[in-house]
């Protein structure tokens, strides 16, 4: 278990970034999955939820293209773009092109953003609270079928140096970290 920070002067909050390949879709393009990660995540750390979680599958922008080739019916033009848009709006309303969520905290906020088509996502969790990046790590795993991940956690600091912590999978550990 990674130590918290206590009382240190410098110490201004902990952010966790992780980037995650899975095996599979489990999980990945399911927004009831997104909001009980967020929301469980934020009772097991002890975070304020300030807002509960907001998650959106995409394509959530569809609707606004939609809305412009109905008006553009509307007034009356035709032509074939037109309903070759259509057509191309109805199917991608049907694809899998992942979900963002996030959660705003009292001490700051968790997101993750999926790609679908390629079994991926990333997370981020900073707070000005500590909290234990190996319970939030396990936690977050835990909801999909990993096949690999790294990621950093960062001890946030104010007149001092950070403090980086390079964590992943074995394959990813191997990899070579530098840092300037």
């Known amino acids: 278990m990674t130590q918290?920070?206590?009382d240190s002067e410098a110490f201004v909050g902990r952010h966790l970034l992780l980037d995650v390949q899975t095996s599979s879709g489990r999980g990945i393009n399911e927004p009831p999955t997104m909001y009980a990660l967020l929301e469980g995540l934020s009772r097991i750390l002890d975070m304020t939820l300030v807002y509960p979680p907001l998650v959106a599958r995409f394509p959530f922008s569809a609707s606004e293209l939609s809305r412009f080739v109905g008006s553009l019916k509307d007034e009356g033009v035709q032509a074939k773009a037109i309903s070759t848009m259509e057509?191309?709006?109805a199917k991608r309303n049907d694809e899998d092109a992942g979900v963002s969520g996030i959660t705003v905290w009292l001490e700051s906020h968790a997101a993750i953003?999926?790609?679908t088509e390629e079994n991926f996502f990333s997370f981020d969790a900073y707070s000005c609270k500590?909290?234990?990046p190996d319970k939030a790590l396990e936690?977050?795993?835990s909801y999909f079928d990993v096949q690999?991940?790294?990621g950093l956690d960062i001890i946030r600091t104010i007149?001092?140096?950070q403090q980086v912590r390079v964590i992943g999978s074995a394959e990813h550990l191997s990899?070579?970290?530098t840092t300037d």
């Open 4 to 6: 918290l920070i206590q």
């Open 87 to 89: 057509s191309l709006l």
């Open 113 to 115: 953003h999926t790609w």
């Open 130 to 132: 500590d909290f234990d």
């Open 139 to 141: 936690y977050v795993l």
């Open 148 to 150: 690999s991940y790294n």
């Open 159 to 161: 007149h001092a140096p």
């Open 175 to 177: 990899a070579e970290v």
